[in-house]
């Protein structure tokens, strides 16, 4: 099955700075990937996607890179700011197909934003 | 719209016991899901609902069950709960395909001593 590898686990940025969190996933098939973003006490929250015929997405502060032949995507948040401060999740889903129907998460990155 | 809203919030059981989480979702999606969320471990899947009538196992479905009430509704049971299942548990809805943009309930944290 697919298995996600996501990095850094913890981040401490000063606020102003640049975040980028990368993930790698295995499974060349592969081909939509979310980030969501989870802040304490809730749920993961959706912050932005790219699907496998992108190279790149950006959103305001939020920017997110895939590259298809190193099998690996990364989150890019610039001036970064306190309420950026949250844990982030990559995630990887393969399609159709067998029974591979399921989104596969990474394990997540603690993001700190200092004031 | 709501979005996805579950129930209850926190529940405290003993081995053994049994409980249904509730979950609910308001956009008329077709896909639903339950995870778990453990320090350390990510989300995994326990069970999903591809559309009503249907289910299928996840990744960690031992010791649950599920069942996709109507198009709204997604619930899951613990027969008899044990320790190992101390965790936050997701609810999750999709509009389409499985596996795309999905919309996360608050959580329901769950401890069974």
């Known amino acids: 099955g697919e298995n996600v590898e996501q990095h850094p686990s913890t981040l401490s940025v000063q606020e102003g700075d640049s975040a980028v969190i990368k993930c790698t996933y295995s499974d060349s098939a592969s081909n939509y990937f979310p980030w969501y973003k989870q802040e304490l006490g809730k749920g993961p929250q959706l912050i932005i996607d790219i699907r496998s015929n992108v190279g790149e997405k950006k959103d305001q502060r939020i920017a997110v890179t895939l590259n298809k032949t190193a099998k690996h995507f990364s989150l890019h948040i610039t001036e970064t700011q306190p309420e950026d401060s949250a844990v982030y999740f990559c995630?990887?889903?393969?399609?159709?197909?067998?029974?591979?129907?399921?989104?596969?998460f990474g394990k997540g990155t603690l993001l700190t934003v200092n004031p | 719209n709501a979005g996805v809203t579950q129930t209850p919030k926190f529940q405290v059981l003993k081995t053994g016991q049994s409980m249904t989480l509730q979950c609910a979702q308001d956009?008329?999606?077709?896909?639903m899901y339950w995870y778990r969320q453990d320090p350390g471990m990510g989300l995994r899947l326990i069970y999903y609902s591809a559309s009503e009538g249907t289910t299928d196992k996840g990744e960690v479905p031992n010791g649950y069950n599920v069942s996709r009430l109507n198009k709204r509704e997604f619930s899951l049971r613990l027969e008899s709960a044990a320790p190992s299942q101390t965790s936050v548990y997701f609810c999750a809805s999709s509009l389409g395909s499985i596996g795309e943009t999905q919309y996360f309930g608050p959580g329901t944290r769950l401890l069974v001593l």
């Open positions: 956009m008329n999606h077709n896909s």
């Open positions: 995630a990887a889903w393969k399609g159709r197909g067998g029974s591979n129907y399921k989104l596969t």
